[in-house]
């Protein structure tokens, strides 16, 4: 049995009057699962009228913590995957620092069993490299990735050590697989480290992350990609120095993806003045010139995709002082409104790249053959509805995650997404 789960169909739909991504109007007819021909539509097909909105592929998250099976009161397949639908997802790749961690195949097929019972999108495993996430030893790559996991990360932790990072990307070739990396050298962590390393950690008597602890990591790792010949993804960028490594990289002809986050775009350190520990996150948030230097690098495709490191967080783990408090915030809900804002209303990108970025590179990177498809007669029906105009103020107390470490609550920003399709099955409608 595989891994990897795909969605199930229902009643056939058709949608009328919408946009494509690259402006083309169309009506849309979906049956078993499957965009078809209008004409072929049976005549008691739900029909939607969608007029004055643009349909984009199923959104792709190559990083989501979805907390099931070990922290539920955090969150469960069930509400991280409703979340995903709210947001325009129809796959989400789930990492592995999970109780148990996900470093077996047994592992991996009982988080895709999960996402078949109770997702609301597809849910796929990501595998550990190293067993329990401790950076010793390598996991079992090779039977994970017979059950079809393609991806593998500890993240939440670095794969610190040099030879486990030259023998998983050495190992996982004759798979395809792909190493996606934490670059968080501990090594470089200041005493209680929990804040970037700047002015402000040191005025409000914070521990800092400094740019070095990521950028060298990466730097080490893009050269282990080219002598292994392996596959690399740098996960969440969060400074201008690992934008210029990962673009001599690709100039170089190495075989390296990166991401980076809604968060990392869109919130600055300043942020942590207030010592709210919903924003605290690793890799921490950046500084202005870091979050244009990225920013930049995602318009031009130097960063290859977005992921949203959605992180849910119960409240007992946040409510504690900012050094002590857990790291990460919520993401997949606001990552389309946040990239709209950023990158498609200031003109920065059109929506034919923002598919590219959020759906058809995420998935292509997970080798997910299926998700990140054109909308085309013949593809699969996966498909999210876009109002362009609609905003609203973000309340973290209506989220479907179980979580409410929601760092846009009380923000302004774009409200996009009416309706949500995942293998022709209705997920999401406003
Ligand atoms: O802030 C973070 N939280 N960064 C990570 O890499 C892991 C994540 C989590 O699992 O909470
Ligand atoms: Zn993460």
Request: charged fraction near 25%; proline fraction near 6%; charge should be negative.
């Amino acid at each position: 049995m595989s891994a990897v789960s795909t969605g199930s169909s229902s009643r056939p739909l058709v949608v009328t009057g919408v946009h494509l991504a690259d402006g083309t109007g169309t009506d849309l007819a979906i049956v078993d699962g499957r965009f078809v021909e209008v004409s072929d539509a049976p005549s008691d097909a739900e029909r939607i009228d969608a007029g004055g909105l643009i349909a984009l592929p199923g959104l792709v998250d190559l990083h989501a913590h979805l907390r099931e099976p070990g922290r539920e009161d955090a969150e469960t397949v069930e509400s991280g995957t409703r979340a995903a639908a709210r947001g325009g997802y129809t796959a989400v790749f789930a990492m592995p620092n999970l109780t148990p961690t996900t470093d077996t195949a047994e592992a991996a097929q009982y988080v895709a069993d999960l996402g078949r019972r109770d997702g609301s999108c597809e849910v796929v495993p990501i595998g550990a490299v190293t067993k329990g996430r401790e950076g010793h030893e390598l996991a079992e790559l090779g039977l994970m990735a017979a059950t079809g996991v393609r991806v593998f990360s500890d993240d939440g932790a670095c794969v610190s050590d040099s030879l486990l990072m030259r023998r998983a990307l050495t190992y996982l070739k004759p798979y395809d697989g792909v190493v996606a990396q934490h670059a968080q050298d501990p090594r470089l962590a200041g005493p209680g480290a929990c804040a970037h390393e700047s002015e402000i950690s040191g005025r409000l008597g914070l521990g800092g992350w400094p740019t070095v602890a990521e950028s060298t990591i990466i730097a080490r790792d893009v050269m282990l990609a080219e002598f292994t010949g392996g596959r690399y993804h740098a996960c969440h960028l969060s400074t201008a120095e690992s934008v210029d490594v990962i673009r001599w990289a690709k100039k170089r002809g190495i075989n390296v993806t990166a991401e980076v986050t809604p968060h990392h775009l869109l919130l600055d350190t300043p942020h942590v003045e207030t010592y709210d520990t919903t924003f605290k996150v690793n890799p921490p948030l950046r500084t202005s010139e870091h979050l244009e230097a990225v920013r930049e690098a995602l318009a031009d495709g130097t960063i290859d995709i977005v992921g949203t490191d959605h992180a849910p967080h119960a409240v007992q783990d946040k409510d504690h002082p900012f050094d002590v408090a857990l790291p990460g915030m919520l993401g997949l809900e606001q990552a389309l409104a946040v990239v709209k804002e950023l990158m498609v209303d200031t003109g920065r990108m059109d929506w034919a790249t923002l598919v590219e970025r959020m759906s058809a590179t995420p998935a292509r990177i997970g080798r997910l053959a299926h998700q990140g498809r054109p909308i085309a007669v013949g593809e699969p029906a996966n498909l999210v509805l876009v109002d362009p105009t609609r905003r609203a103020t973000v309340d973290k107390n209506t989220s479907a995650s179980r979580s409410r470490n929601n760092p846009y609550h009380g923000r302004e920003l774009p409200d996009p997404v009416e309706l949500t399709v995942w293998a022709g099955r209705i997920t999401y409608r406003r």
